[in-house]
């Protein structure tokens, strides 16, 4: 999927640079595209592809501390992070749904549709810090 996302990303970029510079005749639906594209292919990727350790992160304390503490900053961090998002949850499914009233200027497409995979992306951060979490803990049982 993320494959597809990024081919079709580029296909409408490289038709929105012919168009524009060799025909002099702009598209408009490309930049559009180009964006929703992108929207979809950065929340899959951070939904299904990217490991933790592929996301980008400030861990100088968390490294610098003992094994201990560093499950139980991982704990609290997954604690915050994934209580935000499932907090979250019912406001961002409200919202996305509420906005199937509205559609792109130019491509006409609802944004219920365009949006909708930050909720897989919320659900997915969700069950990632509880998967930490265990993890964390789990750990700690085997070296206690």
Known sequence: MAVVLMIAMFT????????????????????EACTLTYVWVVFWGGAFLLKPQDHVAFTMVHDAAPPHVKRILTVLFCLGIGGMFVVGLPQ???????????????????????????????????????????SAMRIEKTTD
């Open 12 to 31: 409408f970029f490289l038709l929105q640079i012919f168009f524009r510079y060799i025909l002099n005749d702009p598209l408009s639906w490309t930049s």
């Open 92 to 134: 961002i499914w409200d919202y996305i749904t509420f906005m199937q009233i509205d559609r792109t200027p130019i491509l006409r497409i609802r944004f219920d549709f365009a949006y909708a995979i930050f909720i897989p992306f919320a659900l997915a951060v969700v069950i990632r810090c509880v998967g930490d979490i265990v």
